[in-house]
């Protein structure tokens, strides 16, 4: 069965600093995944997606992140952060075969201090 | 990019009546809704996919009686949590897809927050 692990349910930054948010996945096949952010009364918004193309995976609002298969990981990152990062992220993968359930890691906040 | 919205945004309803939650793809057909269900603080838990025009398929531990999903077009998807009580009471969201492959991006609804009395 396919599942992500994100190690930290809080991280704190300060503006301008880089982000590091952290996510391992467990498949047993090659999967998709995505990185989705959630701002307070918003939808979900899609960041950006590996899906067995480049490892190095840029998304919108300059993150982006990098498919490791040796190390199973798919973190999510960003040089610099802005304070309109603050949000909740989460790490998702694919449920695989023809379905196109999602399955959601348990999420990181992100707080971003001026 | 495809908008889906959901209505209502919130409802507070007495425990024991029935609460119906729409969600609409605005700009495209989305041939796939799901319905999640997120805790405070918490993931967000799939309950249901459904196709136009079939009927839902439940996830294990979802009570299909309970939780009523309609899909009748490519645009319009609705929850119906029946006789609800206070442990009902949760974070609802839709998302919404065009295609059958596991890449094909889901587009999510802002969400409808439950609260019975």
């Known amino acids: 069965a396919q599942s992500v692990t994100q190690l930290d349910s809080h991280v704190s930054v300060s503006e301008g600093t880089p982000v590091l948010l952290r996510c391992n996945y467990s498949s047993s096949y090659s999967p998709s995944l995505f990185w989705y952010v959630q701002h307070p009364n918003k939808g979900l918004q899609l960041l950006l997606k590996?899906?067995?193309?480049?490892?190095l995976v840029k998304g919108i609002n300059g993150f982006e992140a990098e498919f490791k298969k040796s190390e199973t990981s798919f973190h999510l990152t960003k040089p610099s952060a802005h304070m309109s990062d603050a949000a909740e992220y989460f790490c998702?993968?694919?449920?695989?075969?023809?379905?196109?359930?999602?399955?959601f890691g348990t999420g990181t906040r992100l707080q971003v201090f001026p | 990019g495809a908008v889906v919205s959901q209505h209502p945004s919130r409802v507070i309803c007495k425990s024991g009546t029935s609460v119906k939650i729409e969600c609409r793809s605005l700009d495209f057909q989305a041939t796939t809704m799901f319905w999640y269900r997120q805790f405070p603080k918490q993931s967000l838990m799939l309950m249901a996919t459904?196709?136009?025009?079939?009927?839902?398929?439940?996830e294990q531990g979802v009570e299909k009686d309970k939780f009523l999903i309609n899909h009748a077009s490519l645009t319009l998807s609705t929850l119906t949590v029946t006789s609800a009580h206070p442990e009902d009471s949760s974070f609802y969201i839709c998302s919404a897809s065009s295609g059958g492959h596991s890449y094909n991006e889901q587009f999510f609804g802002p969400g409808t927050r439950l609260t019975v009395l």
């Open positions: 590996y899906t067995s193309a480049a490892t």
């Open positions: 998702v993968v694919s449920a695989g075969g023809a379905s196109d359930k999602l399955i």
């Open positions: 459904s196709n136009e025009g079939s009927k839902a398929t439940y």
